[in-house]
């Protein structure tokens, strides 16, 4: 019985603390920038809520040391301490907020702000945040080396990304053609420290193998980005061409139009000259012989001695036009191996060559065998 009524009275008391507020001090907001650049200045600022009591005193550390006193009792209420690195501008700063001049690399570290509350309690408070002094690279833009103007599909893209020297590094990254690069295609380097500063030198390289898909309208875009937090970005971009194979100049129509007009002129040749003995032929033997039949009064007979010189003079003119179509038929292989744009004997100029002189033992054998029949012919007539 006594038990129940003991658990009762207990959960009557924590009823009644359910709109119970405790008093007390507390931090609202601690604002320390991560990142400043070297330079310039920076605000710290220490947010509070006293909660009725009376301050006693703000205090700010860096790294575990004081530097600034805020004490409302005192006269002056703020006072600085020497601290490498840290140079308070007092007519800037109070109990909320200290506001640092011209920071260097030194002034980087992890800063804490203190706020106590006045006798009987002396309830403090404590928060901290870092900050980091952002050296900016000193040559601009990222360097791109190793490339080359123009590459073909199938060659390899090897290219490094080199940013100036700064504090801390900057981060690389790589596009093509506006993309981010996979994993697998970069190559990175070691961090180069240098200088009593130990400023840093990033480096970071590409390489891949060009495919058909890296072209856009023939060109593709290599580009590098730098970048520190939100106080620093800077790209470079290379636009490089794709090599467009070469078409071989076409040497072998105008080779072909020279050989064929040397193939046809043989021919043409030869067709004049048969034409040019059958027609002397027929005008001294034809002719006559249709003439006596027709005519009303018997012709007087044409004897051998009469024709014999006729048959000569008929030899000797076939020669003659043979020996001049030959000559014709070399002045024109002669022009077709010197004609603008022929290019030394092809297989055509000679198998032209070939022909020519086929046809040639052709009239040859065939002028002969005229000249036999014509002979045997006058020699019918004679008799």
Same mark, same amino acid.
């Given at each position: 019985?006594?038990?129940?009524?003991?658990?009762?009275?207990?959960?009557?008391?924590?009823?009644?603390?359910?709109?119970?507020?405790?008093?007390?001090?507390?931090?609202?907001?601690?604002?320390?920038?991560?990142?400043?650049?070297?330079?310039?200045?920076?605000?710290?600022?220490?947010?509070?809520?006293?909660?009725?009591?009376?301050?006693?005193?703000?205090?700010?550390?860096?790294?575990?040391?004081?530097?600034?006193?805020?004490? %409302?009792?005192?006269? %002056?209420?703020?006072?600085?301490?020497?601290?490498?690195?840290?140079?308070?501008?007092?007519?800037?700063?109070?109990?909320?907020?200290?506001?640092?001049?011209?920071?260097?690399?030194?002034?980087?570290?992890?800063?804490?702000?203190?706020?106590?509350?006045?006798?009987?309690?002396?309830?403090?408070?404590?928060?901290?945040?870092?900050?980091?002094?952002?050296?900016?690279?000193?040559?601009?833009?990222?360097?791109?080396?190793?490339?080359?103007?123009?590459?073909?599909?199938?060659?390899?893209?090897?290219?490094?990304?080199?940013?100036?020297?700064?504090? %801390?590094?900057?981060?690389?990254?790589?596009?093509?053609?506006?993309?981010?690069?996979?994993?697998?295609?970069?190559?990175?380097?070691?961090?180069?420290?240098?200088?009593?500063?130990?400023? @840093?030198?990033?480096?970071?390289?590409?390489?891949?193998?060009?495919?058909?898909?890296?072209?856009?309208?023939?060109?593709?875009?290599?580009?590098?980005?730098?970048?520190?937090?939100?106080?620093?970005?800077?790209?470079?971009? @290379?636009?490089?061409?794709?090599?467009?194979?070469?078409?071989?100049?076409?040497?072998?129509?105008?080779?072909?139009?020279?050989?064929?007009?040397?193939?046809?002129?043989?021919?043409?040749?030869?067709?004049?000259?048969?034409?040019?003995?059958?027609?002397?032929?027929?005008?001294?033997?034809?002719?006559?012989?249709?003439?006596?039949?027709?005519?009303?009064? %018997?012709?007087?007979?044409?004897?051998?001695?009469?024709?014999?010189?006729?048959?000569?003079?008929?030899?000797?003119?076939?020669?003659?036009?043979?020996?001049?179509?030959?000559?014709?038929?070399?002045?024109?292989?002669?022009?077709?191996?010197?004609?603008?744009?022929?290019?030394?004997?092809?297989?055509?100029?000679?198998?032209?060559?070939?022909?020519?002189?086929?046809?040639?033992?052709?009239?040859?054998?065939?002028?002969?065998?005229?000249?036999?029949?014509?002979?045997?012919?006058?020699?019918?007539?004679?008799?």
């Amino acid at each position: 019985m006594f038990g129940h009524l003991s658990l009762l009275a207990a959960l009557f008391f924590i009823g009644t603390l359910k709109d119970f507020r405790v008093a007390g001090l507390r931090l609202t907001e601690v604002r320390i920038p991560m990142y400043v650049i070297k330079g310039t200045a920076a605000q710290l600022e220490c947010l509070y809520d006293l909660d009725g009591e009376a301050l006693y005193s703000v205090k700010w550390y860096k790294d575990g040391n004081e530097f600034y006193r805020y004490v %409302p009792r005192d006269m %002056p209420p703020a006072q600085t301490f020497l601290l490498p690195g840290v140079n308070v501008d007092l007519h800037n700063s109070s109990d909320a907020i200290v506001t640092l001049r011209n920071v260097n690399l030194q002034s980087a570290g992890r800063f804490r702000c203190e706020v106590s509350g006045e006798a009987p309690s002396f309830q403090t408070v404590t928060e901290h945040g870092d900050m980091i002094v952002a050296y900016l690279p000193d040559e601009g833009s990222p360097k791109i080396s190793g490339g080359r103007p123009r590459y073909q599909i199938g060659d390899y893209v090897r290219v490094n990304c080199t940013a100036g020297r700064s504090k %801390p590094a900057v981060k690389l990254s790589w596009q093509v053609n506006g993309e981010p690069v996979e994993q697998q295609k970069l190559r990175k380097y070691d961090t180069i420290v240098s200088g009593r500063d130990g400023l @840093e030198t990033s480096v970071l390289g590409l390489q891949f193998r060009v495919e058909q898909k890296h072209f856009r309208k023939g060109n593709m875009k290599l580009k590098c980005i730098a970048e520190l937090s939100t106080v620093y970005w800077r790209c470079n971009e @290379e636009s490089v061409e794709g090599d467009r194979p070469q078409k071989a100049p076409v040497l072998e129509s105008r080779e072909t139009v020279y050989a064929s007009n040397s193939r046809a002129d043989p021919v043409q040749g030869t067709s004049y000259r048969e034409l040019f003995v059958t027609k002397i032929l027929s005008l001294l033997f034809v002719q006559p012989n249709a003439a006596s039949s027709t005519a009303s009064a %018997p012709s007087t007979p044409i004897t051998p001695l009469v024709l014999l010189p006729v048959a000569l003079a008929v030899m000797v003119m076939a020669t003659l036009a043979q020996g001049i179509t030959r000559d014709i038929d070399t002045d024109k292989i002669s022009m077709d191996r010197t004609a603008p744009g022929g290019i030394g004997i092809t297989k055509e100029t000679q198998q032209a060559r070939e022909l020519l002189a086929g046809r040639k033992e052709e009239n040859r054998r065939t002028s002969h065998g005229k000249s036999a029949t014509q002979l045997e012919k006058i020699a019918l007539t004679a008799r």
